[in-house]
């Protein structure tokens, strides 16, 4: 599926959330709807489809009211999650479903056309009956904000009908999130690998130093006698790229494979003995070089 953040093959699933081939029922109607305005937007012609979960949509930002909203720093336009219908109020010009995905719960609109009615074939009727509460949902359509309350427009919210398609949109929401978050997965296995490699003097600091040993394992410096997670916390913040902050005892604890706990013991002990100082905050630290 293409989110436009990447050239990845399109795929099409077997319950039609192919997101990007025919807009997944909708993008092509909305579209024609623009240009018969004979103003085209200037995103439609690169909007994407976006899986999400409705906490996501609360907690998206909006620089301002006439912006796009943003989820993880990147702009949104089309967007569709999975939920379970918890109530449906019908109005003369709408019907407001309330969806609730197991993250939150959204309002979700579908405005009536009189027109578009009329040529409503049975199948159509059909599967407007068959949304009722309770029942399990895919929603297309794009975020709104109301008097500071934010609502979906949908063009098409459908029935779902195999209950794998809940967990399958939960995980596809959330494979796109780490990918802005985090960066594509080779770069998890560099970060892996570059784990492995500052891992490496440990295992050969331990291995010629049965008693703990006080020589850095890198600059073959002498330091006071340590515990062995304060020297491989030491050897993280001095080995580790970083910039003039120093590290998160977060980023540590991930690089040193050490519990969280064992990170600030060894980084009180660090402190202690004149090694290491705080720099943005209490739990950013640097080497303090002499």
């Known amino acids: 599926m293409n989110y436009g953040y990447g050239e990845q093959q399109q795929q099409t699933t077997s319950y039609g959330a192919q997101g990007g081939a025919d807009g997944g029922g909708f993008m092509n109607q909305y579209g024609s709807q623009a240009g018969s305005q004979g103003t085209p937007s200037k995103t439609y012609g690169k909007d994407t489809l976006r899986p999400v979960t409705i906490r996501q949509l609360l907690l998206a930002q909006q620089p301002h009211p006439d912006a796009e909203f943003k989820i993880d720093g990147t702009e949104v336009t089309q967007i569709t999650f999975v939920g379970q219908i918890r109530n449906i109020s019908t109005q003369t010009t709408n019907v407001t479903y309330k969806i609730d995905d197991g993250t939150a719960i959204i309002e979700v609109k579908v405005w009536n056309d009189a027109d578009a009615a009329t040529g409503l074939d049975d199948a159509d009727r059909s599967a407007a009956v068959r949304l009722v509460e309770g029942a399990y949902v895919r929603v297309w359509g794009r975020m709104k904000a109301y008097n500071n309350k934010r609502v979906v427009g949908a063009h098409v919210v459908r029935r779902v009908e195999d209950l794998n398609e809940v967990q399958y949109h939960l995980l596809e929401a959330t494979v796109v999130h780490l990918y802005f978050t985090r960066g594509p997965p080779d770069q ?19 291995a010629g130093a049965g008693d703990g040993g006080n020589m850095h394992s890198n600059m073959g410096r002498a330091l006071p006698q340590l515990s062995a997670s304060a020297r491989r916390v030491y050897d993280v913040l001095h ?12 980023n540590i604890a991930a690089q040193s494979g050490l519990p969280i706990s064992e990170v600030y013991k060894a980084g009180d002990e660090l402190q202690n003995k004149s090694l290491i100082f705080s720099t943005v905050d209490d739990d950013t630290w640097a080497t303090l070089e002499t």
């Open 188 to 206: 998890g296995t560099k970060i892996e690998a570059g784990a492995m490699q500052a891992n490496a003097p440990y295992a050969q600091a331990q």
């Open 239 to 250: 080995t580790c790229p970083q910039n003039n902050e120093g590290l998160h005892v977060q």
